[in-house]
């Protein structure tokens, strides 16, 4: 106990905590959406305009379905559109508001996309190769006010949420660079998801009815937002939670994740304990379950190993007395170092290996080492920062 302490205490502590109010900024000037051409995906806003223009809201999910067959689509073509509203659509919306600004392909396979919107914001999303099957990371925000010590991007700060289009297109411009269709989805890049609940949600359903991937294919991670946990159990069943806990204790993880003053992990348990629940049954019409490999109703608890911080076996045992009873699936994750000024270092691979040993031995936990993806071409975990190869675009 005493080493652990001491271990904790190594955190410098004459960086004060990132705490950014909702409107900062460190990227030049917030984004106001509502000064954008609406993007075609973006579904709320196109149900709007056909319910304003006397047809019927159903139809948008058919004019976006052809926008994703083809781009060039006429949408006097489209069946059930009225002639006004095929008219106005092209003068109300931009088709696909955002353009491939710069890709990257790691040595390993993975694929970093820098997307460029309309009012010249940047985000980043990564396709992950695992097989045959190729995963998305997609980004909610332009930047993150989060401050997380071991991330990259929350030294951009915050410009502004991503409209559910926005978010949308990534994935509709990652089918376009990917060799294989894209089956699955998490929100692991830039910003905090949950902080965007509404885009977030819009786009779930999106994802779902236009390019066919299933809600259990999809994964939302949050530094724990509790009322949106709650919420998201209810309003998108089926689609898996990741928590980035991180610290086994309150103390220790206020010093690698300052938000966390918010909730403090008693709070959150009980937020996971009960998604869990609300999860259990979740995936097929008759309440029966299914989907995948994933133990039903589990929660993802994403946990970055840092060298002389979190790495140590109190540190495992502390985190496998928290979480030994839940319904929970641990990552491991070795920090990849960021230029952020936390001074942060990897673990020895021997520590997340008896890390891993303690939770799996001793309290019973299902635990992965995550291995790394995109690192060289800062695309794996904490590295999304919008950051130029020194070759240029």
């Known amino acids: 106990m005493t080493i652990a302490?001491?271990?904790?205490?190594?955190?410098?502590?004459?960086?004060?905590?990132?705490?950014?109010?909702?409107?900062?900024?460190?990227s030049g000037r917030h984004r106001d959406l509502c000064s954008l051409r609406k993007p075609l995906l973006d579904t709320p806003a196109l149900e709007d305009f056909l319910g304003d223009v006397g047809s019927s809201?159903?139809?948008?999910?058919?004019?976006?379905?052809?926008?994703?067959?083809?781009?060039?689509?006429?949408?006097?073509?489209?069946p059930g559109v009225s002639k006004r509203a095929a008219a106005l659509l092209d003068k109300?919306?931009?088709?696909?508001?955002?353009?491939?600004?710069?890709?990257?392909?790691?040595?390993?396979?993975?694929?970093?996309?820098?997307?460029?919107?309309?009012?010249?914001?940047?985000?980043?999303s990564v396709i992950i190769p695992t097989g045959d099957r190729r995963t998305l990371c997609v980004s909610s925000q332009v930047g993150c006010r989060m401050g997380c010590r071991f991330c990259a991007t929350g030294t951009l700060g915050?410009?502004?949420?991503?409209?559910?289009g926005e978010i949308l297109e990534q994935l509709w411009h990652a089918n376009r660079v990917s060799d294989k269709r894209i089956g699955n989805v998490v929100f692991m890049g830039m910003g905090e998801p949950l902080e965007n609940y509404d885009a977030v949600l819009a786009a779930i359903k999106g994802m779902n009815r236009l390019f066919a991937v299933p809600q259990r294919c999809i994964t939302v991670s949050t530094v724990g937002?509790?009322?949106?946990?709650?919420?998201?159990?209810?309003?998108?069943?089926?689609?898996?939670?990741?928590?980035?806990?991180?610290?086994?204790?309150?103390?220790?993880?206020?010093?690698?994740?300052?938000?966390?003053?918010?909730?403090?992990?008693?709070?959150?348990?009980?937020?996971?304990?009960e998604y869990a629940q609300a999860n259990l049954c979740a995936g097929r019409p008759d309440g029966s379950g299914g989907g995948g490999g994933r133990k039903k109703g589990s929660v993802m608890i994403e946990y970055v190993v840092i060298k002389d911080i979190n790495d140590t076996s109190d540190c495992a045992h502390k985190l496998g007395e928290l979480l030994g009873n839940r319904k929970v699936v641990v990552n491991l994750i070795?920090?990849?170092?960021?230029?952020?000024?936390?001074?942060f270092e990897p673990p020895l691979e021997s520590s997340v290996t008896r890390m891993v040993a303690i939770?799996?031995?001793?309290?019973?936990?299902?635990?992965?080492?995550?291995?790394?993806?995109?690192?060289?071409?800062?695309?794996?975990?904490?590295?999304?920062?919008k950051k130029k190869p020194s070759w240029g675009a």
């Open 57 to 78: 809201r159903l139809h948008a999910v058919t004019i976006q379905k052809a926008l994703v067959a083809d781009v060039d689509f006429d949408p006097s073509q489209v």
């Open 359 to 385: 939770l799996k031995d001793v309290y019973g936990i299902r635990v992965y080492h995550r291995r790394h993806h995109g690192r060289d071409i800062d695309a794996a975990c904490g590295q999304l920062a």
């Open 5 to 26: 302490r001491a271990r904790n205490d190594a955190i410098p502590s004459s960086r004060p905590p990132i705490t950014m109010p909702e409107s900062s900024s460190r």
């Open 225 to 273: 937002v509790v009322p949106k946990i709650r919420a998201l159990a209810h309003d998108a069943s089926g689609v898996k939670l990741a928590l980035s806990l991180h610290a086994p204790t309150q103390e220790l993880r206020e010093k690698i994740v300052p938000s966390a003053k918010a909730w403090s992990i008693q709070e959150l348990m009980l937020a996971l304990d």
């Open 92 to 124: 109300v919306f931009v088709r696909i508001s955002s353009t491939v600004a710069m890709k990257q392909v790691s040595s390993d396979g993975t694929t970093k996309i820098l997307l460029r919107l309309q009012d010249g914001k940047e985000v980043e």
């Open 334 to 343: 070795p920090y990849n170092v960021v230029d952020n000024g936390s001074n």
């Open 158 to 164: 915050l410009s502004g949420n991503l409209s559910s």
